[in-house]
């Protein structure tokens, strides 16, 4: 048994779909969750400078004594994940390996599509992972920029965003996969559009759910499940690093229902200058 | 005379388009160029966190002995102007006052839109500028939260941007405005597309141009201009704190011709680590 935290961290908001399926898969753990939201998005910047958000962000859960990291943000999974483990002090697990497994054991053909942000289509971490698990595997991968805003904007499902998904998705559908990752946690809010434009016979592997199934098994083996759940449930915490405007209304679309935010600041103090 | 040179200072590329009608206005001046790229964008974020980007700009660009700030940033500019004057030891200029100014001189009706991105939009200030320089001004504002990721894309001449416009721009053209505010360094992008939805009779406000002429204006006030042109030109240098892989791509899209970046970090020096 282990009552610690798990810490779980992403760019945004995004990352608070991998926070619910966690949360209804253990419901006993506590969890701390950070978003960088005053450095959103990490999808269009270098490898590099993600890698250094991310060690700030793990500089930070650190702090809260988490027993274990899930970075729930695809790029900063596909760029930075190996070099987290000693800082985190912790078991650390991101997004692209589960979503890779799952879509390796679904596919029949071997076929598979991967969509994400540039970052992380450009990482070749998704191709490497599935093709490390399935040796017959061909990956076809496309960068989806516009997916983000669209869903931002609450415009996932409309004829727009139907327009942007054909023109995006068209290389994808050529090339006859059968399965189809969506690599970026914004993407679920696409899903019915997604779904429309590539057809029935595309199976959606959204890796939250995957991720929420690797954290229990990784759990379970060490540090250690938390104790059964007090009366009043898990105690959570939300940190962010900016609270824009509209900052409530998309992270309650995302987690469906209303949180507590608090304010905090990665880097050093003098940044706050 | 005052050969020191003039910062110029965005969140990314868009201020790019400032940099070079400065420069096109003024070319005995070296220029400091600034992106933010590792933050980008700022029009999703809350006003005090974009003001303390831009503080610890104004840091930087003041390490580099600037005259002048021009702060090429359109969200920037809405709600952290004031606050950067003493802290730049210099005159500051920002895109919002000489665009405003343009608008309340070109208007016949007095009925002007302005497009920018959420954050520019919910300050107010371009409404503020506009009508404290025309009394009878009617503002109309909306933001258009995907121009910008269209721009980057190179979508914004093709059928999607302007099903997005029409979108966007709805509300303005059911207010008759005669003259549009772009109030965003990015949508010179949509220029042709923002037209056709808008027709010929409204009049599209850019405010690079404008903000070139209120530099040249307060330069010969005080510090000064620099002495002529050297014969190899007026030396320029652009930093950025980030340079995602289609950067240079984006860059020359906006700047004309290719440039060579210095990379930067903003805030203290323990965020290197």
């Known amino acids: 048994m282990d009552d610690r935290p798990i810490g ?15 949360e209804r898969a253990l419901p006993a753990e506590s969890l701390v969750y950070l978003g960088d ?7 269009t910047k270098s490898p590099a400078t993600v890698a250094r958000f ?13 027993k274990m990291l899930i970075v729930a943000c695809n790029t900063a999974s596909s760029v930075a994940l190996e070099s987290l483990e000693e800082q985190a002090g912790a078991p650390v697990i991101g997004v692209i390996h589960p979503g890779a497994r799952r879509a390796a054991e679904l596919s029949q053909t071997g076929r598979i599509g991967v969509i994400g942000t540039r970052a992380t289509i450009d990482s070749g971490a998704y191709s490497a992972a599935i093709r490390s698990l399935r ?8 960068a989806c920029p516009l997916f983000v805003p669209l869903a931002e904007e609450g415009w996932g499902a409309d004829g727009i965003a139907h327009q942007v998904a054909q023109r995006y998705l068209e290389p994808l559908r050529q090339a006859r996969i059968d399965t189809l990752v969506l690599g970026c946690t914004h993407y679920p809010l696409l899903t019915e559009t997604i779904g429309q434009v590539m ?26 499940l938390a104790a059964r759940p007090s009366p009043d449930g898990a105690k959570h915490r939300f940190f962010v690093t900016d609270v824009p405007q509209p900052f409530q209304e998309v992270a309650e679309r995302f987690l469906g229902r209303p949180i507590l935010t608090e304010a905090c600041i990665l880097g050093s103090r003098e940044e706050l200058e």
Chains 1, 2 share one sequence.
């Open 8 to 22: 779980v961290f992403d760019s945004g908001v995004g990352g608070l779909t991998v926070f619910r399926a966690v």
């Open 37 to 43: 939201t005053a450095r959103v998005p990490y999808g």
């Open 54 to 66: 991310a060690r700030q962000a793990t500089r930070f859960l650190r702090g809260h004594r988490v």
């Open 135 to 142: 040796e017959d595997a061909e990956v076809f991968s496309h």
């Open 199 to 224: 057809g029935r016979s595309v199976q959606l592997v959204d890796s939250a759910e995957s991720t929420a199934s690797e954290v229990r098994e990784r759990l379970e083996r060490e540090p250690g």
